[in-house]
């Protein structure tokens, strides 16, 4: 919970980055704390840099949620929230975060059968970057239909 402000932060930097997206800091504040506080949603992984004074700062992180495969008997873990301060890019640090989540997988107790990522498609820094840690192009497409619950009608 410590880091819930920087990852807040960092998010709202990511999706304007990443999508032009302005989130809505309120919803966005609550859904980092309800998975901070529930790790059955998910875990945030984050890099620290030391500073002179024996302190750190946050200088990325890295999102693991989990998606069931009935086909595999395992959990795929998906990479989420991928975001590296502008200032501490090409410094290996999404490596970094990359390998701790690998070793984390290791030593799970459950079944991890594999790693998923979705990147926006004009993202083509982050598609080399994916692509040299050996992830590939999948055969999916993804679809989505968003819903808020005030919207939501049912027949």
Sequence with gaps: MSDLKTIVNFNVALA??????????????????????????????????????????????????????????GNFWWLQSVYVHPDQRQQQ?????????????HLNQETVCGYRLYVEKKNHQAHQAYAHLGFQETAYHMYERGFTWTSLSFP
């Excluded at 890099?47 to 069931?68: H, M, N, S, Y």
């Excluded at 640090?93 to 997988?105: C, G, K, N, P, S």
Aim: glycine share 6%.
């Design 93 to 105: 640090i999404f490596r970094q975060l990359y390998e701790y989540v690998q070793r984390q997988a």
């Design 16 to 73: 304007r980055e990443t999508e032009n997206r302005a989130l809505d800091v309120r919803i966005l504040e609550s859904g980092v704390a309800a998975l901070l506080k529930d790790p059955g949603k998910g875990w945030y992984a984050v890099a620290e840099k030391p500073l002179e004074d024996a302190r750190a700062i946050v200088v990325g992180q890295i999102l693991i949620t989990f998606e069931w495969s009935d086909w595999r008997n």
